[in-house]
C-alpha cells in the first residue's frame, strides 16, 4: 500500500512558467515531507523540506505547499529553468513504529521546454 | 569535500554469487541508510544504522546483511544474489534521526543479477 503517491509520472512546462508539482500522502503520522531532485546515473539531491506544523516554506524560487487537512503537499518553481529538467521524489519522514528513513513517492519527471 | 561515496558504481553477478557494497561519508553523520530502487518505484529502504554499532531493518530487508563499520561506513551484503535483487542501489547520510535533518544521497551503484 503505497503511503506516499505522485499521481503524474510526467510533467511538460515552458521555461519562464510555474512549475506545479503534487504529492499526496495517506499516513497522519509523516512529521515532515521533503523534496528531492534526481538527475540520471546520479542520486537524488535534497532541495526543501516543511514540517507538518507548518503549510509553507519557501527557499528561493521552490515553495512548498502543505495542506495537512487534504494531506497534500505542492512544489512550486517559478520561474521554471531548463536546469529544473529532472525526476522530482516527494518523501516523508516520521511514519511511527519506531523505524527510520524515508518514504517515497514513485516521483514525477519534470521536463522544461524551451 | 565528497559527501556520499559509493563502490563499486557498477557490478553484474551471476545467481547465487555474493558480493558486498561500500559506502562512506566525509561529513561526520550519525545516521545512515541504505534503499534500493527499481524501474518506475521510488526508493525503498533495505536498512539503515541510527548511530554507530547499531542496525535495524527497513521495509525490504530480506536477502540482505549490512555492517556499520565504523561511524563513517556502511556495508551492505548480499550472501546469495538473485535476479530479484537487480537494482540501483544507495547509499545515504544524515546527522541524526528525524526529517528535521535531510538525508544526503550517493551516486548509486548499479547491480544485475543473470
Known amino acids: 500500500d503505497q503511503q506516499v503517491k505522485q499521481n503524474s509520472p510526467s510533467l511538460s512546462v515552458q521555461e519562464g512558467r510555474i512549475s506545479i508539482l503534487n504529492c499526496d500522502y495517506t499516513n497522519s503520522m509523516f512529521d515532515y515531507f521533503l523534496w528531492y531532485k534526481k538527475y540520471p546515473a546520479e542520486g537524488p539531491t535534497f532541495l526543501i523540506s516543511?514540517?507538518?506544523?507548518?503549510d509553507k516554506n519557501e527557499d528561493g524560487r521552490f515553495t512548498v505547499f502543505l495542506n495537512k487537512s487534504a494531506k497534500h503537499l505542492s512544489l512550486h518553481i517559478v520561474p521554471s529553468q531548463p536546469g529544473d529538467s529532472a525526476v522530482y521524489f516527494c518523501?516523508?519522514?516520521?511514519?511511527?513504529?519506531?523505524?527510520?528513513?524515508?518514504?517515497f513517492g514513485k516521483g514525477t519527471h519534470l521536463i522544461i521546454q524551451p | 569535500n565528497a559527501g556520499v561515496t559509493q563502490t563499486p558504481k557498477f557490478q553484474v553477478l551471476k545467481t547465487g554469487q555474493s558480493m558486498t557494497l561500500q559506502c562512506a561519508q566525509d561529513m561526520n553523520h550519525n545516521s545512515m541508510y541504505w534503499y534500493r530502487q527499481d524501474p518506475g518505484m521510488g526508493l525503498r529502504l533495505i536498512y539503515y544504522?541510527?548511530?554507530?554499532?547499531?542496525?535495524d531493518k527497513g521495509e525490504v530487508p530480506n536477502g540482505y546483511n549490512v555492517s556499520r563499520l565504523n561511524k563513517r561506513e556502511f556495508s551492505l551484503r548480499l550472501e546469495s544474489a538473485a535476479p530479484s535483487q537487480t537494482s540501483v542501489y544507495f547509499c545515504?547520510?544524515?546527522?541524526?534521526?528525524?526529517?528535521?535533518?535531510?538525508?544526503?544521497f550517493g551516486d548509486g551503484t548499479r547491480l544485475s543479477i543473470l
Open positions: 516543511i514540517s507538518s506544523i507548518k
Open positions: 544504522s541510527a548511530s554507530e554499532g547499531t542496525t
Open positions: 518523501a516523508a519522514s516520521g511514519a511511527g513504529g519506531g523505524a527510520d528513513g524515508l518514504t
Open positions: 545515504a547520510s544524515r546527522m541524526g534521526q528525524g526529517g528535521v535533518f535531510p538525508q544526503h
